[in-house]
């Protein structure tokens, strides 16, 4: 403690000196400076020299800063405070501090003089050269940051004050003043796109977040469009030297024109993969209109035809944004301008502002009632003409760059050249389905190759002949068609035509869709072009097997007519030779009378014989050639089996045959010809007689089925071979016969069987397990609609031949003279008839007549009678109705092809009126 302090001094000086803060005071009185250690260590890291607890000389000579603080206090009487103050020692003076320090005065208790001041120091020399580093650091860093291509900013504090922002950083956000700001306060865009929220996330989070192609849209002046921009950017946070987060770092890279260019990209390759799938180029417009309205952010745009003439453009449909009015409809053009005129002659347009270019400014006013301030029109030209036109609209001014432009021309002509190829696909589909109905209606098997020979085209009738799934015999595949026998030969013909280029010809058997193999004949053409190269085969193949069995059968017919005449000649000398002997021996015989009645007896029955002969060949010959005119009537079938059994009883009785009947309990009416349906059981009973050895079996059984009677006779007499079995029912086909023919006759008796049946609408079979186990025949014939009781009434003697029909019918013919005749005929026949002379009114007619029977024309003026009766099988109250095709066209590829088309019958001008009634006839039944 100095001599002479007072105790105010000694106060102090026990205060400073009792803490290790750096502290001094000074008094006033004898400017005397005192510090204690902290203040001395402090002080020694700049002045060695420093060593009483008092000096006189420090303030002076190393801290003259403070010293004028010190004065200016004790002078004064206020207190100072000073910061991050540079200190520095005169002896010393390389060596520098930053002190922070405030001065307070001291003042005496009694008259509140100042006497001194006190001084509370801190060393900030780390803090400060600190805060000069980072500064430093921030300037090199802010250097970095403004010369950087990408966008930078450093945010601060929670509320992500803005500390620093590189000029890509104003750039993106319209160079706004935003320093010293808080993002909320600079960037209200950024808030409602939700970037304020990902970025107090990472100030809480303290994780760093990403993005790529991250939209950003803003309005860079006040009242001016908003502009979408897209960046990749990264929050990264800031962390102080206690990993705590103080600030986010931005930094990012403006990608809008990378991104914009993917989605013109995009949008080509979306187009390109729709365009696959669509059908129309309507579609195709539409597409391209939605993709580029949704990539440009455009207000319309769309695809609409030009009428060069009338300079109108007519628009289906169209792309439209929110709240813009579609333009579908037809607009002048002219209205709007003269940009018409550049549209003509194929020119690319683009104008940016409807009110300043040259073309449009009269019309401005027209463009702006339909939301149009800017707008793009690319020509469609064909053949030298303007057609269409795909046209782009905006609803303000706009810049349209060189990638838009380039965009749009791209998006147009794919939009041309899909329209292109849709129109071709849709000609060549036209061709072909044409073409393809042209080779199914025929009745021949058409089939078509490559060059090469393979195989890829065949009509209906192919698979409908062979039973195959569609494509399954396409390629090589057709050879597996063929006969095993048929195939190596068929195919080393093929193979010779496709190296000479000479057609192909060859007979073959083909596989059948019932398993069977059937003769065909096959034939191909080549097709060639203009320069002789083969381009494509055509063939066909003709089912040609009736015809060969045909030329088999005449074969094996002449075989058997060499057998006939023998035979013919064995039966014809059979009665002759009796009836000379007796002619002979009346000529010899004068009184005998008794030989001579046997005489007489003898040649009256070979003469019935010779006749019943005779009356067979006849039969045989007038059925096969169509002149047997059966006197049809409603007939009670137990009567026929009663009247056949009457006639073929003796030869039953003579050859001691039991006899079974079992008929019908009710009576079973059909409608035919009495005499010759007797004649059918006839003669199956005397064949079964015949071919059973004496004292054997015959049953006849008769039974009512669902709309038909069946007639069965079985015996156990010799059997039908398996040979002989399918032949039964063939001309002159006889089973095998005794030596001396006692049983003998033409081989007509079953012939006349299956013609008669089959004259009925019947059918007829013969079954047989084989030789010696019997056989059994099966004539099954229609059971008639009607009772016999109320047909017989219907069928009295006055009735009118009105009464006899129900059917309603329509002739269409546009010769008015040939309908006008065969009407009144129908209707003297008792039917109800109408006309009609075309397609269209015959449709209209018929659905409200509902017709049974349509008697059409082939050749009508507004459509043919086969694509009339296709429309009449489509109407659900005609599809059942019969067709009766009458026409000129008499060939059997005529016929063929009515039949296709879904006629029932095929009749040749000018109608047998017979034929046509024996027709309607059937369809009482």
Known sequence: MPDGCTELQKALLTTIRLTQHPMAFFWAANEIFYFNDGFKDMHGSLCENLSAIQSNSVISETFGLIENNIKGVVNGGEASYSENQLISCATNPKVKAY????????????????????????????????????????????????????????LNGPEHRIEFANPGYLQLIGHR??????????????????????????????????????????????NSPVVERYVDFVFQPIRDSDKQTRGIFV????????????????????LTDEIS?????????????????????????????????????????????????????????????SFIDDLKIGKFISINNVETDFRTADAAKAFKEKNVSSFVNAPVIEQGKLVAVFFINYAAPREWSDADLSFIKEMANKIRVASERLRNEKALAESEAKFRTITDAMPQMVWSTLPDGFHDYYNKQWYTFTGVPEGS??????????????????????????????????????????????????????????SGKIIRWMGTCTDIHAQKLAEEGLRDSNDRKDEFLAMLAHELRNPLAPISSSAHMLALIKSDDERIKRAGEVIVRQVKHMTNLVDDLLDVSRLTRGLEQLKNDFININEVINNAIEQSFPLIQARQHTLD????????????????????????LTNSAKYTEEGGRIIVRVQSQIGKITIKISDNGTGISSELLPLVFDTFTQGERNSDRTLGGLGLGLTLVKKLVTLHNGEVQAESKGKDLGSTFTVTLPLAKSSAASISEEFSVGSSVKNLTSLKLMVVDDNADAAETLTQLLQLSGYETITSKDGKSALSEAASFVPDVLILDIGLPDMDGYELAQQIRKIENLSN????????????????????????????KPVDFKVLRSILDTLHL
């Open 661 to 684: 009947v079992q008929l019908e309990e009710h009576d079973a009416i059909v409608y035919g010809d009495k005499t010759r349906l007797t004649q059918v059981v006839s003669n199956i």
């Open 473 to 530: 015999t396409d390629g090589e595949l057709w050879k597996t068609m063929f006969h095993p026998d048929d195939r190596s030969r068929a195919n080393e013909i093929w193979q010779k035509s496709l190296i000479s280029g000479k057609p192909y010809e060859i007979s073959y058997r083909l596989r059948h869709s019932s398993g069977e193999y059937r003769w065909t004949l096959g034939r191909a053409l080549p097709i060639k072009n203009s």
């Open 881 to 908: 109705s019969t067709l009766i095709a009458l026409t000129g066209y008499g060939q059997n590829h005529d016929r063929l092809l009515a039949l296709a088309a879904g006629f029932d019958h095929h009749l040749v």
């Open 277 to 337: 799938v669509l059908k129309t180029p309507g579609e195709i417009a539409f597409k391209a209109a939605q993709i580029l309205g949704e990539t440009l952010n455009l207000s319309r745009a769309g695809y609409g035809d030009i009428d060069p003439v009338a300079e109108t453009l007519t628009v289906g449909k169209d792309w439209c944004a929110e709240g813009v009015e579609t333009l579908a409809g037809t607009l002048n053009l002219r209205d709007f301008g």
């Open 251 to 270: 930094e990012g890279i403006d990608v809008t024109e990378r991104v914009i260019a993917e989605a013109r990209r995009n949008g080509l390759a979306k």
């Open 99 to 154: 002190w922070t320090y405030s001065c307070s005065p001291i003042k005496n208790v009694d008259s509140e003089d100042v006497v001194g001041a006190i001084v509370v120091v801190d060393d900030t020399t780390h803090q400060v050269l600190s805060m000069q580093s980072a500064k430093e650091e921030r300037e090199r860093l802010a250097e970095l940051f403004q010369q950087a291509p990408s966008f930078m900013a450093i």
């Open 177 to 222: 003043e935003i320093i010293g700001k808080t993002i909320a306060e600079a960037l209200p865009d950024a808030v409602d796109q939700g970037y304020l929220k990902i970025l107090d996330d990472v100030y809480g989070s303290g994780k760093s977040f990403s993005a790529t192609g991250a939209k950003y849209a803003m309005q860079v002046e006040p």
